[in-house]
């Protein structure tokens, strides 16, 4: 290369929760239920009929199924065959990719075209990771007849970018427009999902004006508590936890990102003063924004 190239600095958070690779017996059902997080669901073996409150299809072996939060569902197997399947529920704060993953209720991704992809691949890599960390007893144990791995060290570091590339691959197949099905909810009425999305771009795009939940909901037309059930149901947390998580991000990476001072990270950030926003990064994070910032970034008298 002619060119010396630099990559900008970068800060986002993968959050996973209820990882799990299972199997389940033949006429299994579980009722209609949603999660705050995204899900992609994987059917190693079998087939499993999926509900959502205006479409049923059929996830068979080797498809994959990504769901947005919040979209409600009912699944059952209908076969006398054993259903096996690995899923994830996450959350990633990049809103550009979140907004992306969220375009549609859900994404079907039949076995034929998640072939020519990584995805296969990645996720023997995870199968694989399972089986490492059961040779070590003192890394799992048991929690309702299910055994519960503890990841840690390098094993942990990689099964985090596992499923960061299954994600990738994910959001590729939607550049391309590969997917099966996808269907909108076209209904006349807004959606509670639609709601707390909208609630969410409005706390994104006023986090630094100190928005009141109140001026948020009188332009949704909604009354304030509405606004905290609809949000709190859909995300699994109050409008003022996710603002808080918006502002410990922002905190983090301009701590993390630039040179700027803290007592100009406090102003930008909105806080009235410096001393202000140390007490409250302390509350958050149990340190200092001083002690929590890179050394090189300590500016010399």
């Known amino acids: 290369m002619e060119n010396e ?18 199997v389940k017996e033949p006429f299994w059902s579980y009722p209609r239920h949603h999660h705050h997080l995204f899900e992609l669901l994987y059917c190693w073996d079998g087939e499993v009929t999926l509900s959502t409150e205006d479409y049923e299809f059929t996830l068979e072996t080797g498809d994959l199924l990504l769901l947005k939060p919040g979209v409600k569902h ?18 990633i704060d990049d809103q550009q990719l979140r907004d992306h993953l969220s375009a549609n209720a859900y994404e079907h991704m039949k076995k034929s075209t998640i072939q020519q992809t990584r995805l296969p691949a990645c996720l023997q890599q995870l199968e694989a990771l399972l089986q490492t960390e059961l040779q070590n007893p003192d890394r799992h144990g048991w929690n309702d007849s299910a055994i519960v791995l ?15 590339l299954l994600i990738a ?13 996808r269907e909108w909810d076209r209904r006349s009425t ?12 409005m706390i994104q ?9 109140e001026e948020i909901a009188n332009q949704l037309n909604l009354s304030r508590s509405q606004c905290y ?17 918006l502002m410990l991000k922002q905190a983090k990476q301009h701590l993390l990102e630039n040179e700027l001072t803290i007592e100009a990270i406090a102003a930008k950030l909105g806080f009235s003063s410096i001393s202000h926003f140390s ?21 010399k008298p």
């Open 169 to 181: 691959e994910v959001a590729a197949l939607l550049d391309a427009g590969a997917h099966l099905h």
């Open 74 to 91: 009912h699944m059952h197997n209908n076969s006398a065959k054993p259903y096996s399947f690995f899923n994830v529920h996450f959350n």
């Open 279 to 299: 007490r409250q990064f302390k509350r958050w994070t149990g340190v200092s924004p001083a002690q929590y910032r890179p050394k090189h970034f300590i500016r």
């Open 5 to 22: 190239i630099r990559i900008a600095s970068m800060t986002h958070t993968l959050q996973i929760v209820g990882c799990h690779f299972g």
């Open 229 to 245: 059930k609809v949000f709190t149901k859909v995300y699994g947390m109050s409008p003022r936890q996710y603002l808080t998580q």
């Open 205 to 213: 795009n006023n986090m630094y004006t100190d928005i009141k939940i």
């Open 150 to 164: 503890h990841l840690a060290g390098l094993n942990k570091l990689l099964f985090q970018s596992q499923v960061l």
């Open 190 to 201: 807004t959606t509670e999902v639609d709601i707390a999305h909208a609630i969410e771009s």
